[in-house]
């Protein structure tokens, strides 16, 4: 069946260095990917999403670039914050049909220090 | 514009005892999710609501039930709660198709001793 794949956390970093957590999935057809953050004590809430293969989404100065032929999602961002401590979780949703289902990763923390 | 709303925010159950947890949206969105949050495992899905009047079973459907009371409402239910179903039960909604963002309530930590 479908799944996504994350990267082992935490991920710790000092303020100003390159965030990059992986992200792989296995599916069928063409997928849609994101990637969704969750802040300390809140929900989920979405950060970027690519629909088609080579697509990039990009939002807050973070990226992932649809790549099929190594069926990846990786997020980047060139430059982290204090404020970017979360937890990132990258999704799938199988294209067709009219549901939304979203496939989680396991989800991988990232922990920023000034 | 409250997005989406869960209640209770916090409960404790005992073995055996049945509790609702309630969700609203106000976005006029037709599909509806809920999901359980488990340490190192992500979020599952549990059941979920692609439309008004239906509903289907996800990955984890088992020892659940759930409603779609209107549009707005997907409640929930524990029949007869267990210590495996101790965990943050998030609810989401979103537009219909798989391109659209789901917008996610602020969760439900539930304990069963």
């Known amino acids: 069946g479908d799944s996504v794949t994350q990267m082992e956390g935490p991920v710790t970093l000092s303020e100003e260095a390159f965030l990059t957590i992986n992200c792989t999935y296995t599916a069928t057809g063409y997928p849609s990917l994101f990637w969704y953050v969750q802040y300390p004590g809140e929900g989920l809430q979405l950060l970027l999403k690519?629909?088609?293969?080579?697509d990039k989404g990009s939002n807050k100065g973070f990226e992932a670039t649809y790549r099929k032929e190594t069926t990846s999602f990786h997020l980047e961002k060139g430059s982290v914050q204090v404020s970017d401590s979360a937890v990132y979780f990258c999704?799938?949703?199988?294209?067709?049909?009219?549901?939304?289902?979203?496939?989680f990763g396991q989800g991988t923390t990232s922990q920023v220090k000034p | 514009n409250a997005g989406v709303t869960q209640t209770p925010k916090f409960q404790v159950l005992k073995t055996g005892q049945s509790m609702t947890l309630q969700c609203a949206q106000d976005?006029?969105?037709?599909?509806m999710y809920w999901y359980r949050q488990d340490p190192g495992m992500g979020l599952r899905l549990i059941y979920y609501s692609a439309s008004e009047g239906t509903t289907d079973k996800g990955e984890v459907p088992n020892g659940y039930n759930v409603s779609r009371l209107n549009k707005r409402e997907f409640s929930l239910r524990l029949e007869s709660a267990a210590p495996s179903q101790t965990s943050v039960y998030f609810c989401?909604?979103?537009?219909?198709?798989?391109?659209?963002?789901?917008?996610f309530g602020p969760g439900t930590r539930l304990t069963v001793l």
């Open positions: 999704a799938l949703s199988r294209s067709g049909g009219n549901t939304g289902k979203l496939i």
């Open positions: 690519a629909t088609k293969a080579d």
């Open positions: 989401a909604s979103s537009l219909a198709g798989p391109y659209n963002e789901q917008f």
């Open positions: 976005m006029n969105h037709n599909s």
